[in-house]
């Protein structure tokens, strides 16, 4: 079943760091040079959910001003008030006549980096919530769902001593969980969920992934220390002469025509955890030989045949229509995306919180080159050899 909405719980007050969260509400605290929360979205907005809801409470007014009807991405932001705190469980209450389909549920102070793809591809078929497991270690103070095993059906049970599995803070639910959230302070894992695990309605699965919660100082420095821990890792490349042949300005779909591997190696690229970033010079849009509207018709219709590929997935794509002698004014302006300057690659870089020391580009083109290098991202030429067989011997 598609998943459209995910809901992150921001509404804490962050105890435990509480010199920080005075001032700041805690997932708006800075990890390098963007707020935790952005670096979160970040990771989330590849699986293209058409609503992020932010569950608000303590400093609720820092989220609306930032984030409300914000569009990130292909997903809207919505912040839902919950008025005075009501917890993990109470603060779900507010949207139960909102979402209608299966939706994700997340905490807005860890990163538990784990496919998302996954989680939503399980079969809640008569249960009301799967949990992303991890292990006890691995959390701090952690008080909520810590003595569960798994039966042979998936199924959490409680156990009566220690365990090594605890929830991770992510999970996947039915919107039939809204007949037990009540308008009043509630703990979703203590309250809701010990019900509805001791009726075995909430499966669970273990994932290996590293997780961190910031509401310990502990992890939260050492998360400053090393911001690239949370970053997303990307693999740029060309169009023209990379993903499709090149033979001049391609007008329309007929002239559109794959070169050899690529739809593996995009396949390969998400299986690794990569991005999958197109940037490309289309200086025809410039020079009136097309639209920008035709131009996006043979960018979805290129992303299709790709997904047709077992599901496999370009994340964004980046063009720079500048020509410098065009008739319109807007197309003479944007000079700073046009490779070699390395405009598309920055917006790229900030919307997707892109590690570059973990990142590569292939292009066919000096001005390919020279960008790569501006923008500090190792550079490969396109080689005369299937591009799934180059990205193998890059990242394998």
């Known amino acids: 079943m598609k998943v459209d909405d995910i809901v992150i719980l921001v509404g804490g007050r962050g105890k435990r760091i509480n010199k920080i969260t005075k001032k700041v509400p805690k997932p708006l605290i800075k990890i390098g040079n963007k707020p935790f929360l952005e670096q979160i979205i970040s990771k989330v907005i590849k699986y293209n959910f058409k609503k992020i809801y932010l569950l608000c409470s303590y400093k609720k007014n820092f989220f609306i001003k930032k984030y409300h009807n ?13 008025g005075q705190s009501k917890d993990t469980g109470g603060a779900l209450y507010n949207l139960t006549n909102k979402i209608k389909k299966n939706f994700i549920l997340m905490n ?17 078929k008569n249960y009301l919530g799967l949990i992303a497991l991890t292990e006890s270690k691995k959390l701090i103070n952690n008080k909520k769902l810590n003595q569960i095993g798994l039966n042979q059906k998936k199924e959490i049970f409680f156990t009566k001593g220690k365990s090594s599995l605890a929830s991770g ?33 909430i499966k669970g699965n273990f994932f290996k992934e590293k997780l961190i919660d910031i509401g310990s100082y502990k992890q939260l420095n050492f ?19 990379v993903i ?3 033979n001049g300005y391609i007008l329309k779909l007929s002239q559109f025509k794959f070169l050899p591997g690529i739809k593996r190696a ?62 319109k004014k807007k197309y ?19 919307k997707w919180n892109i590690d570059l020391s973990k990142s590569y580009f292939i292009g066919d083109k000096n001005t390919d080159e020279k960008a790569s290098l501006k923008a500090g991202i190792r550079f490969y030429y396109k080689q005369n050899i299937s591009l799934y067989n180059q990205v193998q011997k890059i990242i394998l």
């Open 70 to 82: 914000k569009k990130i991405h292909n997903s809207k932001v919505l912040c839902i008030d919950e």
């Open 108 to 124: 807005g102070d860890t990163f538990f980096d784990i496919s998302f793809k996954q989680l939503i591809s399980f079969d809640l």
């Open 169 to 201: 803070g992510i999970y996947l639910f039915s919107p039939k969980i809204f007949k037990f959230i009540e308008n009043k302070k509630t703990s979703l894992e203590n309250d809701i969920l010990k019900k509805l695990i001791n009726k075995k309605k």
């Open 223 to 241: 998360l400053k220390k090393k911001d690239n821990f949370i970053k997303n890792k990307a693999f740029f490349l060309d169009r023209d002469g």
């Open 244 to 246: 499709n042949i090149d």
């Open 266 to 327: 995009i396949n390969l690229l998400n299986k690794n955890n990569f991005l999958v970033i197109v940037v490309t010079n289309q200086a025809s849009i410039g020079k009136g030989l097309m639209s920008e509207i035709r131009l996006k018709n043979i960018h979805d219709k290129m992303k299709q045949d790709i997904y047709r590929y077992k599901s496999s997935s370009i994340d964004d794509i980046y063009y720079a229509p500048y020509y410098k002698f065009s008739k």
């Open 332 to 350: 003479r302006l944007n000079k700073n995306d046009r490779k070699p300057n390395i405009g598309m690659f920055l917006k790229a870089i900030d």
